[in-house]
């Protein structure tokens, strides 16, 4: 069974202030996916990580795949009220027998206060 | 931009009553799931269906779980008998290629009472 734990499970800031929220597991994925998540509707994807050591950048989103594709972390820079909202990591599956089955993590509920 | 649409987007139904959940994936996709999330808790995948059949399945899946894609367009997840902890979101998810990212419908609220 394929864990993700993801941190902190809240996370309160000022408008301005940067943030970092990690994905860990002891399996490897083949690739790990970050979404975004309103109340009331469907995770809306934000990036898809692939190769190890990779990183991404959406605007003052930085989002990083470890070297050995067990972890990640998303990175907000200067964070503002718009990104106040439910943040999910999820990783599909190593092998080939997966045919991208997603393990998700518990989410990180964001806000920030203007 | 393609979306995966989902309905109803709620459903409420009495103990041992059949559901049917639908969905329409984004039309030149290949691989359709089923995810739902119990209120407060994690998104838990429930089946992944490719190339007209179920290619993986998790333990909450079991037989009162069936999933079809009968005419190529709709996908549809049917519970036979339901039981109070049925009571879950419900989400659709479709892909194109691997690696590729997901596209999540809106989701089905279930409520059994």
């Known amino acids: 069974t394929q864990l993700l734990e993801q941190s902190p499970q809240f996370l309160s800031i000022q408008e301005g202030e940067n943030l970092t929220v990690y994905c860990n597991s002891s399996?490897?994925?083949?690739?790990l996916q970050w979404y975004r998540q309103e109340p009331g509707e469907g995770p809306v994807l934000l990036v898809t990580?692939?190769?190890?050591?990779e990183v991404k950048k959406l605007k003052r989103l930085t989002f990083q795949f470890g070297d050995a594709r067990k972890d990640s972390s998303l990175h907000i820079t200067a964070a503002q009220p718009g990104d106040t909202g439910l943040y999910l990591c999820a990783g599909a599956g190593a092998g080939g027998t997966s045919y991208g089955k997603l393990t998700f993590g518990q989410g990180t509920i964001l806000t920030v206060h203007p | 931009e393609p979306e995966v649409t989902q309905t109803p987007s709620h459903q409420v139904t009495q103990m041992g009553q059949e559901v049917i959940l639908r969905c329409v994936p984004i039309s030149n996709h290949l691989y359709f799931y089923w995810y739902r999330q119990i209120l407060g808790q994690k998104v838990e995948f429930l089946v992944s269906f490719y190339n007209n059949e179920i290619s993986e399945k998790s333990e909450i899946f079991d037989d009162q779980f069936s999933v079809e894609r009968p005419d190529g367009s709709n996908f549809t997840l049917k519970i036979r008998s339901t039981k109070l902890e049925d009571s879950a979101m419900y989400f659709c998810?479709?892909?194109?290629?691997?690696?590729?990212?997901?596209?999540f419908g809106s989701g089905t609220r279930l409520t059994v009472v």
């Open positions: 399996s490897v994925f083949s690739s």
């Open positions: 990580v692939v190769t190890g050591g």
């Open positions: 998810a479709s892909r194109g290629q691997p690696g590729n990212g997901y596209t």
